[in-house]
């Protein structure tokens, strides 16, 4: 009569994938063991099993203990179960050291696949090579899961080259071991090998096709992931995401809706891995409308919002200037983690709300989350951004004794670049001679980038020398150096480093920008002419340049245009700087009222920003332009960084 009972729950565990019912089942089979005097190990097995796959994996664990107050004894089935619930976070490890001496006592050590299981827990999970490579000693006959073990937690203790060494010496190697060979050098990022050895592999499957594709994304290679993804004889739900995070992380944005919508067609069903990738790639590019379409996406087919999807939404909003909708998600996200923290922090950050943003810090700490180097980076560069010199030398003063977090160079970065944007150059020179370590070349930037604002050639010719040296193919460094020397009238000077640059064959980062217009991304360089409406832009740009004239006495900025010293490139002195091409796009485009939102890959420049601030005022838009450093909300004629950038 027990036994049934008992029969009749093995059916529903076995088939039993979700974790809410295998609780409901676990707790009814509870219920039912105080009249079960001696249930069978297999049951347990199959519970065990069930519970460490699922969700709470520690519930194997007490279910074990139970079983110990029971007269039946673990089988050598019982034990890979529970070293694989203790395998699943690092925290459970201390349970499998006690599990272990369990193990020895009931004499099943010598079980290869509880070997294999002790060595996968304390190479891969510990990151403890020594521990697993005593039990991998003890091995009275090497069976190739144990020597699988042994590979695996290798390469995930970054030994590659010890990963090698087991390989090469492994008798019979199958289908795994080449795999993690293969998932190995794709995961330190060395294409060449992994290559070598997938295609020396006797027969792969599709992790095999999988480990390399992850290989060529690992190192960026779109192209080459491109190749492989279409070679694939098959392609499961791995596949896709793989190809779609290397399309995120190089900005290719059709090219990864493209494929999403191959995916879906395909049948493949996305997961939150590839929600990920299609948020991110519209965060990169700010891309408003996709990233709302992806949102709705996730909604539509109750994709579950995990932490890491929420802060990749908090991420997408903040850098398409939606920064309120950034804040609803941010809220409702229930285990902040320092991530999401900083990605909100971050958020703020760039819209130079340095206030706020010492207040998301103090409320992260009172929250119990850690701040990183990223928290104090993200906080430090709002304070520059509003010029908050007390806040921020504060912050860098008390960072490692109230947070424990070390100043690194960026940190001193910041706080150097607040000080020379106030005109503080003295101080700001003295801070980076105290700093611990030797400065780098965004420190000398910094310190430029304040003898541009304030004029100051003295500290610039030394600055620029050593930054030129440092960064001899940087070209917003010559850029800045010869803007530096045209402003205070040092035109000889200018034209020098000018020519300088022409002769070492440095040419300028064209400048781009983009506007998105039902969910398509027009991108223009300075004077394009290559949009199909090009010709009605020119005469859109022209016509609002006059209309400004007229009404507001607006006169373009020829100093800087005849001497071609800002970041961007002109094809010739009349072309027309991107950002004027985008903004005249949207005018022809969007109705009365509308926010113009546009995205420049560089600084943007003292013209193109006061004619941003005019166009706002005259024909009443909102403009929210995100450059290279940081969000411009023009609105009524001003800009939300008050002239500060
Ligand atoms: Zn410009
Ligand atoms: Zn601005």
């Not at 105290?434 to 610039?460: K, Q, Y």
Request: charged residues 20%.
């Amino acid at each position: 009569m027990i036994s049934q009972d008992l029969h009749h729950f093995r059916p529903l565990l076995k088939s039993c994938e979700n974790p809410t019912h295998l609780n409901q089942i676990h707790a009814q089979i509870l219920k039912q063991f105080p009249n079960l005097q001696y249930p069978p190990i297999f049951q347990y097995n199959v519970l065990i099993r069930g519970l460490a796959a699922g969700k709470s994996p520690v519930k194997a664990l007490s279910l074990y203990r139970s079983l110990l107050q029971t007269q039946t004894r673990p089988n050598n089935f019982t034990f890979p179960f529970l070293l694989k619930a203790c395998s699943s976070s690092s925290s459970l490890v201390p349970s499998g050291l006690s599990l272990h001496a369990h193990i020895v006592r009931t004499g099943l050590d010598s079980d290869p696949y509880i070997q294999s299981s002790l060595i996968h827990m304390y190479a891969a999970v510990a990151k403890d090579v020594k521990s697993a490579q005593k039990v991998f000693d003890l091995c009275s006959v090497h069976q190739t899961v144990c020597w699988n073990s042994m590979l695996d937690g290798l390469v995930k203790c970054g030994e590659i080259e010890l990963a090698r060494l087991v390989f090469d010496r492994m008798g019979c190697r199958d289908i795994v071991s080449w795999n993690t060979m293969i998932n190995g050098y794709s995961l330190v990022g060395d294409l060449k090998l992994a290559r070598e050895v997938f295609d020396k592999m006797p027969c792969k499957n599709l992790v095999s096709w999988n480990s390399i594709l992850g290989g060529y994304n690992k190192c960026g290679d779109v192209e080459g992931a491109l190749r492989v993804f279409r070679e694939m004889p098959h392609r499961d739900v791995v596949s896709w995401n793989t190809m779609l995070a290397c399309y995120a992380q190089s900005g290719n944005c059709d090219e990864a809706f493209e494929l999403f919508d191959e995916m879906q067609h395909s049948g493949v069903k996305p997961t939150d891995a590839t929600v990920v990738s299609m948020i991110s790639v519209c965060a990169h590019l700010g891309a408003l409308e996709r990233g709302e379409w992806v949102h709705k996406f996730i909604k539509e087919n109750k994709i579950e919002l995990n932490t890491i999807l929420a802060t990749t939404l908090v991420d997408m909003y903040a850098k398409c200037g939606e920064i309120s909708r950034a804040y609803q998600i941010f809220y409702a996200i229930v285990d902040k983690d320092f991530l999401a923290w900083n990605a909100i922090i971050a958020g703020v950050a760039v819209y130079g709300q340095a206030r706020e943003a010492l207040r998301l810090l103090d409320e992260m700490r009172e929250s119990g989350s850690v701040a990183d180097d990223m928290t104090f980076a993200a906080v430090l560069s709002a304070c520059s951004h509003a010029g908050m010199v007390k806040e921020g030398k504060y912050l860098l003063d008390c960072m490692k004794v109230t947070y424990g977090v070390e100043p690194k160079v960026e940190h001193y970065g910041c706080v150097i670049d607040l000080l020379a944007r106030k005109g503080l150059l003295d101080e700001a020179v003295l801070l980076m001679e105290s700093m611990p370590m030797e400065p780098n070349a965004p420190v000398w930037g910094a310190l430029l980038g304040g003898c541009r604002i304030h004029g100051n050639s003295g500290v610039a010719d030394d600055v620029g020398r050593r930054l030129l040296s440092l960064q001899p193919k940087h070209s917003g460094r010559y850029v800045l150096l010869s803007n530096i020397y045209a402003s205070i009238n040092r035109w000889e000077d200018a034209s020098k480093i000018r020519s300088m640059m022409t002769n070492k064959g440095i040419s300028k980062i064209p400048g781009t920008s983009m506007i998105e217009l039902k969910g398509i991304l027009h991108k223009f360089v300075a004077g394009d002419q290559s949009h199909p409406e090009s010709k009605k832009i020119y005469q859109k740009f022209i016509e609002v340049s006059e209309r400004l004239k007229v009404e507001v006495g607006y006169s373009p900025d020829t100093k800087q245009v005849l001497l071609d010293i800002e970041e961007e490139e002109k094809g010739h002195i009349l072309s027309v700087h991107s950002e004027k091409l985008a903004i005249s796009f949207g005018l022809l485009h969007t109705g009365l009222g509308a926010t113009i939102r546009i995205i420049k890959n560089l600084r943007v420049c003292r013209d193109c920003h006061h004619l941003m601030k005019l166009i706002s005022k005259v024909y009443d838009r909102e403009i929210v332009m995100r450059d290279r450093n940081r969000f411009h909300l023009f609105k009524d004629g001003a800009c939300s960084c008050m002239d500060y950038w």
